[in-house]
């Protein structure tokens, strides 16, 4: 499995971004993933997870409501659309994927998220 994040940048308090994922082979449609971000110096933290194939979802309650997380199996790519970013929002963004069979935890690049106040 290889991921790889794009999409972030720099962006005013109450503004919007789409992050997106894109996966090797199959990976959205077989595989649950999820964003993570991390500030520096400070542990990588849950965002939001979507199962294989779209139907579930769960998102952090610091996020919740203004966050969507998607994937779209045809294009192997994941989403993340952030609404109302507020300056806590300031992280590296993650894209992960854990493949149970081997119990392997892959995770791709990261791309930074700014959000000015």
């Known amino acids: 499995v290889q991921l790889q994040a794009y999409g972030g940048g720099l962006v005013q308090a109450g503004g919007f971004l789409r992050l997106s994922c894109t996966g090797s082979?199959?990976?959205?449609?077989?595989?649950?993933s999820a964003w993570y971000r991390q500030v520096p110096g400070t542990q990588r933290e849950f965002v939001a997870s979507?199962?294989?194939?779209?139907?579930?979802?769960n998102y952090a309650d610091s996020v919740e409501g203004r966050f969507t997380i998607s994937n779209d199996v045809a294009k192997n790519t994941m989403y993340l659309q952030m609404n109302s970013l507020e300056p806590e929002g300031t992280a590296v963004y993650y894209c992960?994927?854990?493949?149970?069979?081997?119990?392997?935890?892959?995770w791709g690049q990261g791309t930074l998220v700014t959000v000015s106040s």
């Open positions: 992960y994927v854990f493949e149970p069979t081997l119990r392997q935890d892959y």
């Open positions: 082979g199959s990976t959205f449609s077989r595989y649950a």
């Open positions: 979507i199962s294989s194939g779209g139907y579930a979802t």
